[in-house]
């Protein structure tokens, strides 16, 4: 069975302090992990996948099979980061997706 | 980029009535439509997936006579809530999926009193 835990409901973080968000998964296929971001009073939006291995806004995350987590990670806090931050899992082929339960982020100016 | 518009946004309806919750890509086709469902401070959950022209696939624990599913044209899925109870009150959110990536309806806050 498909599984992505946020351990952090709620994390706070000083506006120019490094943000990391923990996401693990348990998945026995070929994972695809994404991460979605939703602003206040906006959408569900992708901010990166796995796959891509891009940089958005700052951000990066790391596939890490061995540990099986993609946690997302920045190195400078920005005011315009705090937003509700979900993990969530593919598989290749397969376009359902399973999320993790969220983690709200609030940058502390 | 690709757009997902979900209507309405909420809505308030009396427990024992049906509501409907249309979902549409707007600048470009899907053939797959999802429907998630979300509690407070809670996840997504998984609730169906609408193919055009064919029956929905329902996740276990979802009736699929109380969430009936139509995905009539390459653009549309309707999500209808029948006889709806206050248990029934969420958030129901609409996702189409398109290059490696899935796009987000705006979400429908229902409520039943």
């Given at each position: 069975a498909q599984r992505v835990t946020q351990p952090e409901k709620l994390l706070s973080v000083f506006k120019g302090a490094p943000v990391e968000l923990k996401c693990n998964y348990s998945y026995s296929g070929s994972p695809e992990l994404f991460w979605y971001v939703q602003y206040s009073r906006q959408r569900l939006q992708l901010l990166?996948?796995?796959?891509?291995r891009e940089s958005i806004k700052g951000f990066t995350a790391d596939l890490n099979k061995g540990e099986t987590s993609f946690h997302l990670k920045k190195p400078f806090a920005q005011e315009e980061d705090s937003a509700m931050y979900y993990c969530a899992l593919g598989s290749f082929g397969n376009e359902k997706l399973t999320f993790g339960t969220g983690t709200r982020l609030t940058i502390i100016p | 980029g690709a757009v997902v518009s979900q209507h309405p946004s909420w809505v308030i309806c009396k427990s024992g009535t049906s509501v409907k919750i249309e979902c549409r890509s707007l600048d470009f086709q899907a053939t797959t439509m999802f429907w998630y469902r979300q509690f407070p401070k809670q996840s997504l959950m998984l609730m169906a997936t609408s193919n055009e022209g064919s029956k929905a696939t329902y996740e276990q624990g979802v009736e699929k006579d109380k969430f009936l599913i139509n995905?009539?044209?390459?653009t549309l899925s309707t999500l209808t809530v029948t006889?709806?109870?206050?248990?029934?009150?969420s958030f129901y959110i609409c996702s189409a999926p398109g290059a490696r990536r899935a796009f987000f309806g705006q979400g429908t806050r229902l409520t039943v009193v």
């Open positions: 990166l996948r796995h796959i891509s | 995905h009539a044209s390459l006889s709806a109870h206050p248990e029934d009150s």
